[in-house]
């Protein structure tokens, strides 16, 4: 079962992040330039400018007050580079004695998500938010997770949020470690966020990104329709069952019920293979088995995945790119924009799945579940009919 579980999980270059499939690698990093753009803004600076992205209509009203405002984001998340790829060597050195060995991947927060928390928590500052440079860890079982966070925790102090133990409402398990890393800045330190969880925490997680992403739901933020998030809470219950392979309980029973239930009726397995059928992938530009930087672009509108590459010595001209697309993508909501680090688009789709609207992991899992539910609910057909509403016509052909 377990192996079942990783399937998917391949390597897929030096720098990679988000997806159950994805492993880090930092070998280049030491010898990359941080990106970081002149001039430097103050904290203060940084600070007016979260402020001034959240003012309604901004970008029609002050377009160039806009433009400084996004310059001063993108300033102060190049300034967690350092300390990312810090954390991203230490999670390294604390996993190397593991048997079976992690995939860890970075990244950092796109601006739309950056405002798009900043709307959601208003008395939060963007020079003090906690999750611009984010490292996650892929394990095998939630055993693993709790080794790797032991490790960690031997080599610095983290605040902990412990998902697992404490799930979240929307279904979401994992476990958070935040912890102060060193800048390029002499003396200076920025909180990166370190996410470990299980392959199959991070498939549920993957498959919420897809549907937030093509159906414009904010799931995430506990913002989606009312079905959906009943199905991915309930999903991420009977998943954590698995992932400990403790599904002999009347419990898992009758969630793996609920959750076959609302797949029917959200048709997710024929969402998703939609979803991922109707994407078409634009052709590669990159040079294969070269290291460099991807400006990856989806409009969910056209249907389509594009990517311009950037070999390493133009991280400048990378950033300055992803600067001018992101600001195009605050206007137009059918665009995504992600800078990311690997070395061929076929290692960006199994790197970033989401973006890809490739959810075979988590639909391998939801048909475990979904058979489960009809092996040991054998009326679960009249259940499904009765909740659509047939009752009252089911009465009526009896009488």
């Known amino acids: 079962m377990k192996e079942m579980f990783m399937r998917g999980v391949v390597e897929t270059g030096k720098l990679q992040r988000e997806r159950d499939s994805e492993r880090l690698c930092t070998a280049l990093n030491a010898v990359i330039q941080p990106m970081i753009p002149a001039p430097a803004y103050s904290k203060s600076a940084v600070k007016r400018a979260g402020e001034t992205l959240l003012i309604d209509n901004i970008v029609a009203t002050d377009p160039e007050r806009h433009l400084e405002a996004l310059k001063a984001l993108s300033y102060w ?9 810090a954390a991203v060597r230490e999670v390294e050195e604390a ?17 739309p998500s950056i405002i798009s928390k900043l709307q959601r928590y208003p008395k939060m500052d963007l020079q003090n938010m906690q999750d611009i440079g984010g490292c996650r860890v892929i394990v095998r079982s939630t055993k693993h997770v709790h080794q790797v966070r032991r490790a960690l925790q031997r080599r610095r102090a983290y605040r902990i949020k412990d998902y697992i133990k404490n ?37 549920w997680a993957t498959a919420v990104e897809i549907i937030d992403l093509f159906t414009r739901q904010h799931l995430k933020a506990n913002l989606g329709k009312p079905d959906w998030q009943e199905f991915f809470c309930l ?4 998943l954590a069952a698995l992932d400990r392979e403790n599904t002999e309980t009347e419990r898992h ?33 990159g040079v294969k088995g070269v290291e460099g930087y991807y400006l990856l672009e989806i409009n969910t509108k056209k249907k389509t995945v ?21 600001r195009a993508s605050l206007k ?29 992991v988590f639909v391998d899992h939801l048909h475990t579940i979904m058979a489960r539910a009809k092996v040991t609910n054998p009326n679960w057909i009249t259940r499904f009919f009765l909740d659509l509403g047939w009752k009252k016509e089911k009465r009526q052909i009896q009488e």
Not at 77 to 85: K, M, Q, V
Not at 95 to 111: E, N, S
Not at 176 to 190: A, D, N, R, V
Not at 257 to 271: G, K, P, S, Y
């Open 77 to 85: 998340r190049a300034c967690h580079l350092a300390p990312l790829d």
């Open 95 to 111: 996993v190397a004695g593991m048997r079976r060995a992690p995939i860890v991947a970075k990244r950092l927060k796109r601006a």
């Open 167 to 203: 799930p979240k409402e929307d279904g979401y398990r994992g476990v958070h470690l935040i912890g102060k890393f060193p800048g390029k800045e002499p003396g200076s330190k920025y909180h990166i966020e370190i996410q470990v969880r299980t392959a199959i925490q991070h498939a």
């Open 235 to 238: 999903a991420g219950e009977a």
């Open 253 to 285: 029973t009758e969630v793996c019920t609920e959750v076959l239930r609302l797949a029917n009726r959200l048709n997710v397995i024929n969402r998703f293979a939609m979803f991922s059928s109707s994407l078409r992938i634009l052709e590669e530009k």
């Open 306 to 326: 594009g990517g311009t590459f950037f070999p390493i010595a133009a991280h400048e001209a990378a950033v300055d790119s992803y600067l001018q697309r992101e």
């Open 332 to 360: 137009a909501p059918e665009l995504v924009v992600a800078l990311v680090s690997t070395d061929s688009v076929s290692g960006l789709q199994e790197a970033y799945p989401n973006y890809f609207a490739d959810s075979a």
